[in-house]
Structure formats: C-alpha cells, structure tokens
T-cell receptor, first 114, second 118 residues
Framework: KNQVEQSPQSLIILEGKNCTLQ??????????LRWYKQDTGRGPVSLTI?????NTKSNGRYTATLDADTKQSSLHITASQLSDSASYIC?????????????FGIGTKLQVIP | EAQVTQNPRYLITVTGKKLTVTCSQN?????MSWYRQDPGLGLRQIYY???????DKGDVPEGYKVSRKEKRNFPLILESPSPNQTSLYFC?????????????????FGQGTRLTVV
C-alpha cells in the first residue's frame, strides 16, 4: 500500500530559528512530490513541487529537497516567522500517464512562537 | 483572481436532509476533485473528475455523489447525510495532467466547507 509518512507530527520553534520537516514515502513508481502549507481551517496552498529528477526547489524561505533513491523529502524553513505557523503536508503522485494516484501525508503542525 | 470557490463555508444540518456543497473554479481547469479532512487522517479523496461528464470514485466515495455538467462547476451532493460525514471538505482543481507534466493535480484548493451533521 502506498504511504506517505511525515515527521515530526508537531513542532514548536522560536521565531527566527530554522527548522526541517521530513517526509518518507513508499509510492512507486513516483511521478512528483509537492509540499503544501495549510493554515488552520483554510485550504492547502502549494509551496513547491519536484519531479523525480529534481533534488532541490526553493520558494522564498522554503527549500524542499528530494532523494528519490531513498524516497525521502524534507522541507527546510529558514528564519521562521510567526506567519509560518501552520500544517505542512507532503503529497506524492504515482505513475505518469492517465490518472495519477495522489497520496497525502497527515502533515506536520508547526507553531512559531515569539 | 484565480481561485476555487466553495459554498457554503459552514453548514449545520440534520441527519437525512439532502444537501449540496458547490465548487466553482475560474481557471478553465479540466481536473477537479473533492476531499474530506479529518483529525489524524489527513486529506482523503472522495471523487474526482478528469473533464466534463467524466467522474470517478476516490478513496472514500460512500454516501456522496458528484456531477460535472460544465467545466467550471463540480458540486458535491450528500443525498442522506449522516453524523460520520461531519468533516472539513475541500474542493481542488488543476490543469489536465498528462505524461511529462510537472504541475500535477491538486494545484489549487478552495477555502473549505465545515459540515456538521447532527
């Protein structure tokens, strides 16, 4: 069964600090991996998307990395801000061609405190 | 502004009373889908649609219906709601996927509909 596991489940950090969120997946074959940010009670917003041939992708203070061999991805947040408090969801797509199965992780809940 | 719009945002209803949650996108996306999100379970797909008049079941379709009569709209219908359908619902849309495309699915989400069935 295809799975996407994220760690930690929750994280509290001080404003201005960096943090790294992890995503391990078993989806195979693999098409692409996307990280979303979801504010409480709001819809997820895409941060980055990477295909199997990409190792890293940045979006401002967010940098995602991907190791397709070990099936691991990470999302690094630099110089955190209070507005970074949210859930971060890792989503992996299955094989290319036709409909592609999408598997969601449960997410990491990040809280940035002053 | 490119967006996916869901209505209503909040809904409280009674068991068995049919309801419809609307979803509309203004980006001419071919692909649309519905998800429910429950604590500890993450997002789970209910139904998806690859194009007009083309719909298919996701992972948790029981108790739900959808229709796709026009490209921009994808309503979610609960014919006889039950308390276990109390959840946060999201509609999503994206460009049609194909071999080699990197954009993928679920590029844009609506703001969510919080449904309570009592």
């Amino acid at each position: 069964k295809n799975q996407v596991e994220q760690s930690p489940q929750s994280l509290i950090i001080l404003e201005g600090k960096n943090c790294t969120l992890q995503c391990n997946y078993t989806v195979s074959p693999f098409s692409n991996l996307r990280w979303y940010k979801q504010d409480t009670g709001r819809g997820p917003v895409s941060l980055t998307i990477m295909t199997f041939s990409e190792n890293t992708k940045s979006n401002g203070r967010y940098t995602a990395t991907l190791d397709a061999d070990t099936k691991q991805s990470s999302l690094h947040i630099t110089a955190s801000q209070l507005s970074d408090s949210a859930s971060y969801i890792c989503v992996v797509r299955g094989p290319s061609g036709g409909y592609q199965k999408v598997t969601f992780g449960i997410g990491t809940k990040l809280q940035v405190i002053p | 502004e490119a967006q996916v719009t869901q209505n209503p945002r909040y809904l409280i209803t009674v068991t068995g009373k049919k309801l419809t949650v609307t979803c509309s996108q203004n980006m001419n996306h071919e692909y649309m889908s519905w998800y429910r999100q429950d604590p500890g379970l993450g997002l789970r797909q209910i139904y998806y649609s690859m194009n007009v008049e083309v719909t298919d079941k996701g992972d948790v379709p029981e108790g739900y219906k959808v229709s796709r009569k026009e490209k921009r709209n994808f309503p979610l219908i609960l014919e006889s709601p039950s308390p276990n359908q109390t959840s946060l619902y999201f509609c999503a849309s994206s460009l049609r996927q194909g071999a080699g495309m990197s954009q993928g699915t679920e590029a844009f989400f609506g703001q969510g509909t919080r449904l309570t069935v009592v």
